[in-house]
C-alpha cells in the first residue's frame, strides 16, 4: 500500500478525496488488484475488482487510513466472492 500513497503524492492527488471524484486513485486500485490477482495466479470472479476499489474508494473518502481501508475491503471482497 506504500507504493499507491507514493503515486498519489507524486501525482498530486489528496489520497483522501480526489479532485475527480476518485478517478486516478480507481485506476489504480483497479491495476494494483489485477496485479495482486495475477501474482496469486488466481481469477476474480466478475465484478470483484469494481466491488473492492468501490469499498476502497468509500473507505477513504470516510476517512479511513489507506492501509485499514485495504484491510477492510479485501475481506468484505473474501466475504462476498468465490475466487477459483
Known amino acids: ?7 498519489l503524492l507524486m501525482a ?6 480526489a479532485e475527480d471524484g476518485g478517478g486516478l486513485i480507481r ?3 483497479m491495476s494494483s488488484f489485477a496485479a495482486a490477482m495475477r501474482t496469486a495466479g488466481k481469477t476474480p470472479p466478475d465484478g470483484m475488482a469494481d466491488f473492492t476499489c468501490n469499498c476502497f ?3 477513504v473518502n470516510n476517512g479511513t487510513g489507506l492501509d485499514e481501508a485495504q484491510s ?3 475481506a468484505r471482497a473474501a466475504e462476498t466472492f468465490a475466487v477459483d
Open 1 to 7: 500500500m506504500v507504493p499507491l500513497l507514493i503515486v
Open 12 to 17: 498530486g492527488a489528496s489520497p483522501a478525496k
Open 27 to 29: 485506476k489504480i486500485c
Open 57 to 59: 474508494l468509500d473507505e
Open 72 to 74: 477492510r475491503c479485501k
